[in-house]
Nanobody, 120 residues
């Protein structure tokens, strides 16, 4: 059974930093993409940042220059370094891990989420 576990959320003041971790385990297929999403109260879930197994990254415009995604391939672990946090970054942050079988079938796995609150 595949497990995706996020950690590192918490309460931080505006301008502060947090580092989120996402650990995926149990997949028999290669995890080729790890993506962070977030969902604020009353809003739809939105993509924050993603990183491929080749190291290619992409970011939402709202976080470019402030957030950095990285990955430890051997451990299927991704990190999201969040700097210069703003109140509008307040949300539950979710990790999504995507695996692909040798035949091309894809499987997606979600974590339970970790709360990030940015407030004075």
């Amino acid at each position: 059974q595949v497990q995706v576990v996020e950690s590192g959320g918490g309460l931080v003041q505006p301008g502060g930093s947090l580092r989120l971790s996402c650990a995926a385990s149990g997949s028999i297929f290669k995890i080729y993409l790890m993506v962070w999403y977030r969902q604020a109260p009353g809003k739809q879930r939105e993509l924050v940042a993603g990183i491929s197994d080749g190291g290619t990254t992409n970011y939402a415009e709202a976080v470019k220059g402030r957030f950095t995604i990285s990955r430890e391939h051997a451990k299927d672990t991704a990190y999201l370094q969040m700097d210069s946090l703003k109140p509008e970054d307040t949300a539950v942050y979710y990790c999504h891990a995507l695996a692909r079988s040798p035949t091309g079938s894809e499987f997606g796995y979600w974590g339970q989420g970790t709360q990030v609150t940015v407030s004075p």
